[in-house]
């Protein structure tokens, strides 16, 4: 056997999946790794274009041969963010279960003539056993996780007096940094935004002059000039940067309007950074807060005062009363899905204040009642609460020696009642 032979024996035994695919993705060679997975209706097919072969990864798997084409550069898809590129099966060695095979795949350029890459090669690799231990070690983790948690929400349960305050003044020092970080993050993500739109504005314009140019190339006819656009076009890669360039400055935009939510997530905390105790116009605090929640409130709901007279000043930490207020009122305007009221109610006796926020919302299960002052539980969807808000505005009215209720019918609305003593410094002390 010659040397030849060998290698290409190897070559095709190798416990790797090697495929080599000219610009068109036609396939040039290929391995049995390849051949020995196709399903059968394939393997009997004369076609040997891997776009056609894998359609469920065409796009994928052109965009990447793509990207090494045009900057002669390898490129690399993991298994942890796309595992399952081919639609093979790997075989478990010791059970012999078939299970979905987890793929690391390396595209890079093969035979490059000028500077110009000719050929791309794949190289596939099965990691399903190693995914499988990540996974395994990870649902272990979750496990661990899980059962932490649930010692610490039994622990809180058993301290809940203490748990109370700690939570209170955990609550004051994520404020303060949070406020200085949301500062810090705001401005560049002002500008980098702005420049961004102005970006995808100006990429607009200038594709919409590109095109223009390209339309009177062709309508003066000359064969010179429109043979130099052509082999100028292909040279650049021109289709290809025209289709990826708006999706790039699109997901950048994308990613900074999420990096802003998190800003502004990390800003309504700031609000709790004052534990002074001092005399206060519970009054003008609720109005505050509606001018913070203004924007989020405007759109779903009228907003109905019913102020008692003469109210007196109350002895209290404002700020901290103010982030209940706005836990509140909030909720009141995410509970409604379309248009409908949200009512205030104020008075106060010799003894104590009243406050009643009413919404015309969808209302809280009877199930979901007795959970929702729990740290943690939310019935938003994901990544649209963190389930702390009524859990904090709870510990701040038991700090004032108040408490707060909760009524509510499906369907027709929900009603929180602040009930705070007028307490003096002395009681305070």
């Given amino acids: ?23 068109h993705y036609q396939i040039i060679y290929w391995n049995e790794f390849f051949t020995d997975r196709l399903p059968t209706a394939k393997s009997d097919t004369q076609e040997n274009n891997l776009l056609t072969l894998f359609p469920e990864a065409a796009k994928f798997l052109q965009k990447k041969i793509n990207s090494v084409f045009v900057l002669n550069n390898a490129s690399f898809s993991y298994w942890e963010h796309r595992p399952h590129v081919f639609d093979f099966s790997s075989s478990r ?5 078939e299970t979905a095979m987890y793929q690391n795949i390396e595209f890079f350029p093969l035979d490059i003539e000028d500077h110009q890459v000719k050929t791309v090669c794949l190289i596939v690799q099965d990691v399903t056993e190693l995914a499988s231990y990540y996974q395994a070690q990870k649902c272990l983790s979750e496990q661990l996780e899980q059962e932490h948690t649930a010692l610490s929400l039994l622990n809180k349960k058993l301290e ?16 303060q940094l949070a406020a ?33 140019y390209q339309k009177l190339t062709h309508k003066i006819g000359s064969v010179p000039y429109f043979t130099l656009e052509q082999d100028m076009l292909k ?43 001092q005399y ?15 924007n989020q409130i405007k759109y779903k709901a009228v907003v109905l005062r019913n102020f008692q007279d003469n109210l007196p000043e109350l002895y209290c930490q404002p700020m ?26 104020v008075s106060a006796s010799d003894a104590e204040f009243i406050i009643v926020i009413r919404d015309t919302g969808s209302g809280i299960a009877a199930s979901d009642l007795r959970k929702i002052f729990e740290p943690f539980y939310t019935t938003k969807l994901v990544g649209t609460g963190t389930g702390l808000g009524l859990s904090l505005s709870y510990s701040i009215v038991q700090k004032h020696k108040g408490e707060i209720k909760v009524s509510s019918v499906l369907g027709e609305g929900t009603a929180f009642t602040v009930i705070l003593p007028i307490l003096s410094p002395e009681d305070v002390a």
Wanted: glycine content about 4%.
């Fill in 180 to 212: 200085g970080v949301a500062h810090e993050i705001n401005n560049p993500i002002g500008f980098v935004n702005s420049n961004l739109q102005s970006l995808q504005d100006y990429n607009n314009k200038l594709l919409k002059l590109l095109n223009f």
């Fill in 235 to 277: 040279r650049y890669q021109f289709e290809f940067i025209c289709s990826d360039l708006p999706d790039l400055i699109r997901e950048s935009i994308e990613g900074l309007d999420r990096v802003a939510v998190i800003v502004k997530s990390l800003k309504s905390f700031s609000h709790v950074d004052s534990s002074e105790w």
């Fill in 320 to 345: 901290q009363l103010n982030q209940v207020f706005l836990n509140l009122l909030v909720n009141a305007a995410q509970a409604i899905e379309e248009r409908g009221e949200i009512s205030i109610d």
């Fill in 280 to 294: 206060a116009n519970v009054i003008e605090g609720i109005e505050n807060t509606l001018k913070i929640a203004a």
């Fill in 93 to 97: 060695p010791i059970t012999g279960e």
């Fill in 1 to 23: 056997m010659s040397q030849s032979q060998l290698l290409q024996k190897l070559a095709s035994r190798l416990p790797l999946g090697v495929c080599v695919v000219d610009e």
């Fill in 160 to 175: 809940a007096a203490q748990n109370q305050l700690l939570q209170s003044e955990k609550m004051v020092a994520i404020g």
